[in-house]
């Protein structure tokens, strides 16, 4: 079964890749982030990322 999850880094710069302006639930609200999406493979008791 596939596990799709999703995580914002909060930065305070512009100079990183994919960094805009949206909303970030670690922070509360809309700001400087980065959003990163990872895809894993769970199958009984081991999880398998993908790349």
Do not use: H, W
Not at 12 to 40: D, E
């Amino acid at each position: 079964m596939p596990v799709v999850d999703d995580t914002c880094l909060t930065k305070f710069g512009s100079r990183s890749v994919g960094v805009g302006r949206q909303y970030s639930g670690q922070a509360g609200k809309i700001t400087n982030c980065q959003c990163l999406v990872s895809v894993t493979l769970a199958r009984n008791e081991i999880p398998s990322p993908c790349a």
